[in-house]
């Protein structure tokens, strides 16, 4: 069946250093969605995107859409320990997520 | 606005025990869903439910059911509890089914033994 992967599992950096977290799709995907979970949290809704090679900006965190809608990545410019949690991709109406990438952010 | 309540928000059964998972939702929302979170698994669709007497499988529905009688409430059912049952259960809900964010309640940590 259809699977969202999500790369790297785990990602820590030192504050202030750029991270980037990757969902690939093995098909086209009609959308997708992004989603934070804080350390003993629940998932938290951040953005969406619909349309091909779309690029949707959130203050520090970058989303793009790639051209086939296939795949998606997420960016953060200079991380703060207020970023520290797992970030989900979920594709084609929430029903596939990615397994995740947990961001550890070292002061 | 209270949103997505789960209740219990922590549970311990034992194995061949059954209960009832509980979710509710404020918002009006068509759609619901049950998700589990296992470590290095991410979040697996369970069921969901488009509308009120609308059910339908995810991706792990063994060993669950559920109902969806009122348009407010989405309980899910494990029948006869097992080790592999072990887990967080969450449960969301979205205005539709595509096109929608999710809400999240705040979960269930389940723990067979």
């Known amino acids: 069946g259809q699977q969202v992967m999500q790369i790297p599992q785990y990602q820590h950096v030192q504050e202030g250093e750029d991270f980037t977290t990757y969902c690939n799709s093995s098909t086209t995907l009609s959308n997708i969605q992004w989603y934070k979970q804080r350390p003993g949290g629940h998932p938290v809704f951040l953005i969406q995107l619909v349309k091909s090679g779309e690029v949707k900006k959130q203050k520090r965190l970058t989303f793009q859409f790639g051209e086939a809608k296939k795949n998606s990545s997420l960016h953060i410019t200079a991380t703060q320990t207020t970023d520290v949690g797992t970030y989900f991709c979920?594709?084609?109406?929430?029903?596939?997520f990615g397994s995740g990438t947990k961001l550890n952010v070292k002061p | 606005n209270a949103g997505v309540t789960q209740t219990p928000k922590f549970q311990v059964l034992k194995t061949g025990q059954s209960m009832t998972l509980q979710c509710a939702q404020d918002m009006n929302h068509e759609y619901m869903s049950w998700y589990r979170q296992d470590p290095g698994m991410g979040l697996r669709l369970i069921h969901y439910s488009v509308g009120a007497g609308i059910t339908d499988q995810g991706e792990v529905p063994n060993g669950y059911n559920v109902s969806r009688s009122t348009t407010e409430d989405f309980p899910l059912r494990l029948l006869s509890a097992a080790p592999s049952q072990t887990s967080v259960y969450f449960c969301?809900?979205?205005?539709?089914?595509?096109?929608?964010?999710?809400?999240f309640g705040n979960g269930t940590r389940l723990t067979v033994t």
């Open positions: 979920a594709g084609q109406g929430k029903f596939y």
């Open positions: 969301a809900s979205s205005q539709t089914e595509y096109n929608s964010p999710l809400h």
